[in-house]
T-cell receptor
Framework: QKEVEQNSGPLSVPEGAIASLNCTYSDRGSQSFFWYRQYSGKSPELIMSIYSNGDKEDGRFTAQLNKASQYVSLLIRDSQPSDSATYLCAVLPNAGNNRKLIWGLGTSLGVNP | KAGVTQTPRYLIKTRGQQVTLSCSPISGHRSVSWYQQTPGQGLQFLFEYFSETQRNKGNFPGRFSGRQFSNSRSEMNVSTLELGDSALYLC????????????????FGPGTRLTVL
C-alpha cells in the first residue's frame, strides 16, 4: 500500500517566522511531488510541484525533496496570517500504467499575528 | 482562462435518493478526476476520465459512477445515497491524465457539498 504521511498539526507559528511542513512517502520510486493549499471550506490550490532532488523556490515558498530519505518538505518564509490553511502533499508513484496521485491527510497551519 | 466549474455547489438529499454532479474542466483539458473529501479520510480518489473513457478507479462501491462527454465535461452519479456519502466532492482537471508520461498538474474546481439526511 503506497502511503503519504503528514503531521496533522495544528502547527502554529508567529507572523514573520518560517513554517516548515513535512511529508514522507513509502514508494521509493516516486518521481513527482505536489504541494496544495486548502483554505477552510475551499478547494485545494496548487502551490508548487517538484521532481528533482534539492530545493525549488517560488517567492516565499521553498519545496525540498530528498528521494534517498523519501521526504518532501515545504518551507514558508515570512509567514503571514493569510497562510493559515491546510497544506496537502500529493505524490505520484512511478510504477504502473494508470498511476494516480496519493494524498496525505494534510497539515493544518495557523499563523498568529 | 476560466477555471474548473462544478454544479451544483450545494446539495441536500435524503437516504436512498440518487444524485448527479457536473464538472466542466479548464478549456483544453481532457482529463477529469473526481475525489471525495471528508474530515477523517482526506482526499479519496474516485475515478479519472480521459477521452470519454474511465482510465482509473478508486476503491468505492458501484453506487458511484461517472462518465465523460466528447467536450470533456464530466458527470458523477451516486445512487442509493447513504449518510456516509455526505462529503465535499471535488473535480480536478489536467491536460492529459496525471499519470501519463510527463507529470501533469491537476487544478481543482470549487467542489459540490453534498449533505445526506
Amino acid at each position: 500500500q503506497k502511503e503519504v504521511e503528514q503531521n496533522s498539526g495544528p502547527l502554529s507559528v508567529p507572523e514573520g517566522a518560517i513554517a516548515s511542513l513535512n511529508c514522507t512517502y513509502s514508494d521509493r520510486g516516486s518521481q513527482s511531488f505536489f504541494w496544495y493549499r486548502q483554505y477552510s471550506g475551499k478547494s485545494p490550490e496548487l502551490i508548487m510541484s517538484i521532481y528533482s532532488n534539492g530545493d525549488k523556490e517560488d517567492g516565499r515558498f521553498t519545496a525540498q525533496l530528498n528521494k534517498a530519505s523519501q521526504y518532501v518538505s515545504l518551507l514558508i518564509r515570512d509567514s503571514q496570517p493569510s497562510d493559515s490553511a491546510t497544506y496537502l502533499c500529493a505524490v505520484l508513484p512511478n510504477a504502473g500504467n494508470n498511476r494516480k496521485l496519493i494524498w496525505g491527510l494534510g497539515t493544518s497551519l495557523g499563523v498568529n499575528p | 482562462k476560466a477555471g474548473v466549474t462544478q454544479t451544483p455547489r450545494y446539495l441536500i438529499k435524503t437516504r436512498g435518493q440518487q444524485v448527479t454532479l457536473s464538472c466542466s474542466p479548464i478549456s483544453g483539458h481532457r482529463s477529469v478526476s473526481w475525489y471525495q473529501q471528508t474530515p477523517g479520510q482526506g482526499l479519496q480518489f474516485l475515478f479519472e476520465y480521459f477521452s470519454e473513457t474511465q482510465r482509473n478507479k478508486g476503491n468505492f462501491p458501484g453506487r458511484f459512477s461517472g462518465r465523460q462527454f466528447s467536450n470533456s465535461r464530466s458527470e458523477m452519479n451516486v445512487s442509493t445515497l447513504e449518510l456516509g456519502d455526505s462529503a465535499l466532492y471535488l473535480c480536478a482537471s489536467s491536460l492529459v491524465p496525471v499519470g501519463s508520461g510527463t507529470p501533469r498538474t491537476q487544478y481543482f474546481g470549487p467542489g459540490t457539498r453534498l449533505t445526506v439526511l
